[in-house]
DNA sequence: AAAACCTGTGCAAACGATTGCAGAGCATAT
DNA sequence: ATATGCTCTGCAATCGTTTGCACAGGTTTT
């Protein structure tokens, strides 16, 4: 890699005066103290020969590095890419570069690449894969290390996150079926050490509250992960049970399409026999036979404001962390109608 | 962000050595220059310490930065999220970081990012947005940035590169069709200034030839961009040409979903009124409807194999450029059958 | 006119590593 | 016994910035 040839010193000869002033000049911060004139001719030289500050001697001087570290459980995951994005949008605009990591959802795999993005001193972190009680957000929290959680949050109310509202989700999920006549629905949840999990299940109870229905812990299965096969075994043991529902509501797409396939094995057709919601609205959930009626979150806006409250911190470490919550938009299609 | 309070001036002070000796002992390069007992109390202090070395330190003065750029369209696209896990995984393996960048198909957001790229003085750059004839890439070249271009190519073969092999897999989806008794078959090409566009649809011409198909103008249709919205333009276009045709191959699926697209605002039925393949077995294709045929191409290990090369390049400037070619392989699945 | 204060610049010390060079100590060759 | 060589360690410079401090010169205050 060829380096930045020119630094400060070469612009100071040029122009005729000390490096530190150079500095100065080019600092926007403190451009105020070089005379006018001085400063012209200094930026008039640092950008007819091409100057590019070294990072590395920015780095060790000030400890900044204008870098954030993203942790993502699965960067191929329709419902994590737009969160990066969403988040390199911004970051890219404010100048800062983004380094990823894909966990895998392993526990020692996310400890490995914070310490390494701590190692390699990012300013921040945003992180999608904080399980509800997490030792490692402990760690960065008391380390003084400015994070936010994205999609997902610890019950430490004291750390910023940046989620959809899942309960109310799940709740107006829940009304739509009863509006279309379902009293007995089931639910697919996720894992209840996910704040996802967790909170969407906290909204289907409330939803059955809501409209009336009442609980029958028959009717709900529990997954270990957010995946198509643990969806598929979950609706596998459900169809087992012999109970009655003429709905099941997913706590995710992932998990729908898992449903989708045991339906299908079964021989049951979605959305006229039983009707299914998911949840996210991730990528192609439109294109899936039938197209799933599913909650969708605003997961580009989710990484952006993550990223944006990220930033507010680096710039000011005093402020106080923030939750925000989106609210997701119930997107009708054809996997819901009319119990059969 | 708590700095890494432990520097090698500690360690030497507290083993009664000089910081030199210290990052002797601690290089595995320059250990063997240190006396064994030494060298272990060094060790030993440093791990008993938590030294971690400062990489900005580390990087200022040895120019390097364990990092490497990774440039993709399209972070969310399910055609490239596969290779930056691919990338991540073996670059994670050897200690080095990966920054993303998503350039939406903008030249000029490309640059910048080069730019950026190089001016944090990453160790390489993987790049996946390469034009054929691409100044970018060209300029990267002349500069001696070690890269290796992904999924990509231009048409300069003296740079590194991993792709699928487009030009057989192109012929191949033509051998399937001719064999199902297609004899008009009708190719949504993708755009020709990408290599994945232009030599896919070298493969179809060449398809037609080894099946004795004769080449028809008029059944191919050429779109911008590789996306849903462009092929179902083309569809329609070819649709309202009038001719006469039996399948129709995309040049990857999101064109096919495009297609899938308009046929059924024209009420076809795709696998029997008309065949359509596509290309890349991107997430979810299995799940359209109908479950798409189409080519599958090894993202995950393009992506793995870019970096390890990138890493051969970074480890030893003098290798010379590589260009591998991983084997397609085709998926039947139900978008596909005898000409109705 | 002296005292006090600005303002703009330069000097030099960091930040935390790596590395060429010199030299101390000791073993081997002459 | 001297010369030669080898192995190990320390010294100090360096990478390219930022920034506290000193200070020169000019302005304002008393």
Redesign the interface.
């Given at each position: 890699?060829?380096?930045?040839r020119v630094t400060l010193r070469d612009i100071a000869e040029e122009v005729g005066v000390n490096p530190s002033t150079v500095s100065r000049a080019l600092n926007p911060k403190t451009r105020g103290m070089v005379t006018g004139e001085i400063a012209r001719q200094i930026t008039e030289a640092a950008d007819r020969m091409g100057y590019?500050?070294?990072?590395?001697?920015y780095?060790?001087r000030t400890?900044r590095?204008f870098?954030v570290g993203v942790l993502v459980p699965?960067?191929?995951n329709?419902a994590f890419?737009?969160i990066?994005?969403g988040i390199?949008?911004v970051l890219?605009a404010s100048g800062y570069?983004?380094?990823?990591?894909?966990t895998d959802n392993v526990a020692e795999r996310e400890r490995r690449?914070v310490d390494?993005?701590?190692?390699?001193?990012?300013?921040?972190l945003v992180i999608a894969t904080a399980r509800r009680h997490d030792p490692l957000i402990d760690e960065c929290r008391t380390?003084?290390?400015?994070l936010v959680l994205a999609v997902r949050k610890t019950t430490d109310s004291d750390i910023s996150s940046v989620v959809s509202d899942e309960v109310t989700g799940g709740e107006t999920i829940m009304s739509h079926l009863a509006q279309l006549g379902h009293r007995r629905v089931a639910y697919i949840a996720g894992p209840q050490e996910l704040s996802t999990g967790f909170e969407r299940h906290q909204g289907y109870v409330r939803g059955l509250n809501a409209n009336n229905l009442e609980y029958d812990a028959g009717l709900v299965e529990f997954c270990d992960a957010f995946t198509e096969e643990e969806g598929r075994r979950a609706a596998s043991r459900l169809l087992a049970s012999g109970r009655d529902f003429t709905a099941i509501v997913a706590a995710n797409d992932m998990i729908a399409?898992g449903i989708?396939d045991e339906l299908q094995t079964k021989g049951l057709v979605c959305g006229k026999d039983i009707s299914v919601v998911g949840y996210d609205d991730m990528?192609?959930s439109s294109?899936?036979?039938?197209p799933l009626t599913t909650m969708h979150s605003p997961l580009l806006d989710i990484g952006a404001e993550a990223a944006r409250i990220l930033l507010e911190r680096i710039e000011d470490p005093e402020t106080p962390p923030r939750s925000v919550k989106m609210t997701p938009e119930l997107i009708l299609r054809k996997s819901t109608g009319k119990p059969a």
């Open positions: 890699m060829a380096s930045s590019r500050p070294n990072p590395f001697a780095s060790l400890n590095s870098t699965d960067l191929t329709p890419a737009p990066i994005k390199d949008n890219e570069s983004v380094m990823v990591a894909n690449n390494k993005f701590r190692e390699r001193h990012v300013d921040g380390e003084g290390t400015p399409i989708y990528l192609f294109k899936f036979d039938p």
